[in-house]
C-alpha cells in the first residue's frame, strides 16, 4: 500500500495496523528513509499501540503535512472512482466503499454524498431492471468527482 493512501485511510481511522508496515516498507523503497520508518517496516502484525506512533512519526520524517480529515476522505474517494472507471471495482461496491470509507469525513462535499445516494437507489431497485442505469450514473459520478478535485499533494 502506497504511503499517501495507508496515510489518508489513517486519518479516517481506516487502516488496520497489519497494513502500516506494508506503507513504510513502500516509503524506502520510494527513497523516504528515518529511523521510525524503518522500525515500522521491520514490524510483523504490531499491536496499535506500537504501530501507530511509529506510523505518525515516519509521516513526519517523510515531511508529510497532515491531510485534513477532509482532504483524506477526497483522497480515498478519488481512489475509488479511478477504481470504477478503470473496472477494476464494479460501480456499485465503489460507489458503496466511497459511501463506508469517505461519506463521514465529506458531509459537506456533494460530490462524494451522491455515491451514498447512487448506492441506495441500486439497492432498491433490485427487481425493475433499473441497476444498469444506475450503474453508469456511478462512474458518471466517479468522472465528476475526478474532475471537481484537484490532486492532494
Not at 509521516?59 to 477532509?70: F, I, N, T
Request: aromatic share 6%; hydrophobic share 40%.
Amino acid at each position: 500500500m502506497d504511503i499517501e493512501k495507508a496515510e489518508a485511510l489513517h486519518i479516517l481511522g481506516k487502516l488496520m495496523t497489519h497494513e502500516m508496515p506494508d506503507a513504510a516498507v513502500n516509503a524506502l523503497e520510494r527513497g523516504f528513509d528515518g529511523s521510525a520508518i524503518r522500525e515500522l517496516a521491520g514490524l510483523n502484525n504490531p499491536p496499535l499501540s506500537e504501530a501507530g506512533p511509529l506510523f505518525c512519526k515516519a509521516l513526519q520524517e517523510m515531511g508529510r503535512r497532515q491531510l485534513s480529515m477532509q482532504d483524506a476522505g477526497i483522497y480515498i474517494a478519488k481512489q475509488i472512482a479511478e477504481d470504477i472507471i478503470a473496472e477494476r471495482v464494479n460501480p456499485y461496491n465503489g460507489a458503496r466503499q466511497i459511501w463506508d470509507q469517505a461519506s463521514e469525513a465529506c458531509k459537506d462535499v456533494p460530490a462524494i454524498g451522491e455515491f451514498e445516494n447512487l448506492a441506495d437507489d441500486y439497492e432498491v431497485h433490485e427487481f425493475d431492471g433499473q441497476r444498469p442505469q444506475i450503474a453508469m450514473e456511478i462512474v458518471s459520478a466517479a468522472r465528476k468527482l475526478l474532475m471537481a478535485h484537484p490532486p492532494v499533494q
